[in-house]
């Protein structure tokens, strides 16, 4: 490890995510190492990679007492209330979200929960209508094109128009146009599950072991994302002690949220994200992990 980090380390507020998930890493890599006599070693391209959406966050292949393989493929969040999954491919017309790839059913879900919330339609038509006033009053839908399909005379005409819109005559990272602010939704849950269930079966299709297991963890405490009933019980059970917990329970919110923006486009970059993004908070069934 890079220095004596510990699980408290976890748990401070001074500290950023991409720190958080890396001293995760150590600590996970520290246990399963102790745990299986330096055997364990850290998955193929599965290293930390900071703000990276790649999945899975980190992850590791152990060998099991009995000499079987497994791998294990972690998602890590440094917040209680944390992003699982943002959907960045949709519009906003005649008062409804359209996801662009229909087949994408987290998508869907995604927009089908914006349609569900009237403050969601409010905040998109109020920022429709700010474009149709500020930009051109021929702009009829929210969308990553909105302001590529509008005639200007020239680059200054352009730019002075996106700034009238955005608010502001200088961007700055992360800014944006709110549409929806932090909004409790009930099927939070099944859209993250959805979105998770398919990366998380893309990533197991690729490795060679006996058994692939799912987890989650958030700040110093763990999850199974699914509990796969052909995979024997012992098996949780070691490799819950190999982690440093002493069982695993399945990761289930109860609570999550939805929220939505435009990311304000810059003069390097005059397409604006679209963002929607659903957050869950963590079930009070987690266990602490403990370094070994």
Same mark, same amino acid.
């Given at each position: 490890?890079?220095?004596?980090?510990?699980?408290?380390?976890?748990?401070?507020?001074?500290?950023?995510?991409?720190?958080?998930?890396?001293?995760?890493?150590?600590?996970?890599?520290?246990?399963?190492?102790?745990?299986?006599?330096?055997?364990?070693?850290?998955?193929?391209?599965?290293?930390?990679?900071?703000?990276?959406?790649?999945?899975?966050?980190?992850?590791?292949?152990?060998?099991?007492?009995?000499?079987?393989?497994?791998?294990?493929?972690?998602?890590?969040?440094?917040?209680?209330?944390?992003?699982?999954?943002?959907?960045?491919?949709?519009?906003?017309?005649?008062?409804?979200?359209?996801?662009?790839?229909?087949?994408? #059913?987290?998508?869907? /879900?995604?927009?089908?929960? $914006?349609?569900?919330?009237? @403050?969601? &339609?409010?905040?998109?038509?109020?920022? %429709?209508?700010?474009?149709?006033?500020?930009?051109?009053?021929?702009?009829?839908?929210?969308?990553?094109?909105?302001?590529?399909?509008?005639?200007?005379?020239?680059?200054?005409?352009?730019?002075?128009?996106?700034?009238?819109?955005?608010?502001?005559?200088?961007?700055?990272?992360?800014?944006?146009?709110?549409?929806?602010?932090?909004?409790?939704?009930?099927?939070?849950?099944?859209?993250?599950?959805?979105?998770?269930?398919?990366?998380?079966?893309?990533?197991?299709?690729?490795?060679?072991?006996?058994?692939?297991?799912?987890?989650?963890?958030?700040?110093?405490?763990?999850?199974?994302?699914?509990?796969?009933?052909?995979?024997?019980?012992?098996?949780?059970?070691? #490799?819950?002690?190999? /982690?440093?917990?002493?069982? $695993?329970?399945?990761?289930? @919110?109860? &609570?999550?949220?939805?929220?939505?923006? %435009?990311?304000?486009?810059?003069?390097?970059?005059?397409?604006?994200?679209?963002?929607?993004?659903?957050?869950?908070?963590?079930?009070?069934?987690?266990?602490?992990?403990?370094?070994?």
């Amino acid at each position: 490890m890079t220095r004596d980090v510990t699980t408290d380390d976890l748990n401070r507020n001074d500290l950023s995510a991409i720190r958080k998930e890396k001293i995760a890493y150590e600590l996970v890599l520290h246990n399963l190492r102790t745990s299986t006599g330096g055997k364990a070693k850290t998955g193929t391209r599965m290293i930390p990679a900071g703000s990276s959406a790649k999945f899975p966050d980190f992850g590791f292949r152990v060998p099991l007492a009995d000499g079987k393989i497994v791998y294990l493929l972690f998602e890590y969040k440094a917040e209680s209330l944390a992003p699982f999954g943002s959907s960045r491919r949709w519009s906003y017309k005649n008062n409804t979200f359209v996801a662009v790839d229909q087949t994408d #059913v987290s998508e869907v /879900l995604t927009m089908e929960a $914006l349609n569900n919330i009237q @403050a969601a &339609k409010q905040g998109a038509q109020v920022q %429709l209508e700010r474009a149709k006033k500020y930009v051109n009053s021929s702009v009829s839908t929210l969308s990553r094109d909105m302001l590529q399909d509008v005639s200007y005379k020239n680059d200054k005409d352009k730019w002075e128009r996106i700034f009238r819109f955005i608010g502001s005559k200088q961007q700055r990272q992360g800014d944006s146009l709110q549409i929806l602010n932090a909004t409790e939704y009930p099927s939070a849950f099944s859209i993250a599950e959805n979105r998770y269930k398919a990366k998380f079966d893309e990533a197991a299709r690729s490795l060679r072991a006996d058994y692939v297991i799912g987890l989650v963890m958030v700040l110093d405490e763990l999850w199974i994302w699914f509990k796969d009933r052909s995979i024997p019980d012992s098996v949780y059970k070691e #490799v819950a002690k190999a /982690l440093g917990t002493d069982e $695993l329970q399945q990761f289930s @919110a109860r &609570k999550g949220v939805v929220e939505a923006r %435009l990311a304000v486009p810059s003069k390097t970059k005059d397409r604006p994200d679209m963002i929607a993004t659903v957050r869950l908070q963590k079930p009070s069934n987690g266990q602490r992990i403990r370094k070994l």
